[in-house]
């Protein structure tokens, strides 16, 4: 399938990490075996900067050797990929693994909520300092409007 302006195709493959069988982390690619010499390249280099920084922190944790890569889906279309990894780690989950994907992956993970300090209003607590330099936000404090 060819569906962008360079030609390439948009095929990815699935595939889970595993440690000792126990620890899953998902991913996509479209190359499966330079997918994972790029985690073993990070993993031998100190000041390797690569797309997934947590997988390869727990590599350096663990121990290369104690890791196996496994494909469990080809051919899924880019367009899908994030809903389709967080299809397998909710199956993972299911099954009992721990999963090592960090939560910007994980669609499923509920966002903190909690109330503006200043105006009172309902807030995802990531976006607080933004939330306050906004100037609904900054005449609520100020005393003027209602919060809805």
């Given amino acids: 399938m060819i569906n962008n302006v360079k030609g390439t195709c948009d095929i990815v493959n699935i595939y889970v990490v595993l440690l000792d069988g126990e620890e899953v982390y998902v991913g996509y690619s479209r190359d499966l075996k330079e997918r994972w010499c790029q985690y073993k390249s990070s993993y031998n280099c100190e000041h390797s900067h690569t797309h997934q920084e947590i997988m390869t922190q727990y590599m350096k944790l663990h121990g290369w050797y104690n890791f196996s890569i496994q494909l ?43 109330n503006c300090n200043r105006c009172g209003l309902d807030i995802n607590s990531r976006d607080r300092a933004r939330h306050q330099k906004t100037f609904r936000c900054q005449l609520l404090h100020r005393g003027f409007g209602v919060a809805t």
């Fill in 72 to 114: 469990v889906e080809e051919d899924v279309d880019k367009f899908y990929a994030v809903q389709k990894v967080e299809e397998w780690i909710e199956a993972y989950k299911e099954i009992g693994c721990d999963i090592i994907n960090n939560s910007r992956t994980n669609g499923n993970a509920r966002k903190k909520r909690e």
